[in-house]
């Protein structure tokens, strides 16, 4: 009789249950290195930069990674994966190229189904993926617009080659980061526990802080205030791709279409 009257019940897993800890803290002890060694001059300013990828990007990742039970493991080989892309790139803009070493990677572990979790595995949901397409044309062409009328703001045409090794970074750090942890792990996570709303307000308040702690973002009122606009309405679109299909490729596709039209825009 007690035993119906009190069921048992499995004890909640905390929210940030199996974040990969040491790893993390390695990569925040291996930033701060490379802070001091720059200011030091024992490291060209370069460094700098591929340290703020690895670490970064790298922790974004190696977290969602963990989360979906991938293990230690494969958040090494994402941050190494993308210290390799973020030093080729440094060396020269067509070194961006090596990016592409994440997303080949993780599309070969969903060939083998390991990250299944996160979305990155079974059929590829066509219908959902136009739909992500059309919602980063509709962002990003609103951005051109609105930032050509207001700041007279040109398409960035005379450096190319900037602006492909910026969609490259795009693709290979920037959206798989920033779509595999915010909508993959911490979304997914949040809306098992909470209403939607609250999952959605939670994952999209992150996804904004992270791009305005940005440091190559421009800290004027105006494109802040910008930024932070476009950024929740992708956040809060691609966390509705990612409920209907359960892939993460709608929502990447959407972030994608969006960041290469920031990418044609002349810096202030």
Known sequence: MWAIEHPWRPA???LFAETPAPLLGALALAGLGALALVELHALPEAALGVAGVAVGQGALLATALGWAGAGARAGLVAVALLAIGASAAALHPVGAVAYAGVPLW???RARRGAPAALGLAGPVPWGAVWTGLAVGAFLGGHLLISVARTFGVRLRVDALDLVLAAVAYDLGANVPAAEAFFRGALFDRAQRRWPLGAAVALSTAACVTRYMLDPRLPKSVEVIVGAAFYVTLLAAANCWLFRWSG???????????FFTAYRLLSPP
């Open 12 to 14: 909640e897993r905390s």
């Open 106 to 108: 993780l599309w070969w």
């Open 247 to 257: 892939s993460l490729l709608p929502g990447a596709a959407a972030a994608l279409v």
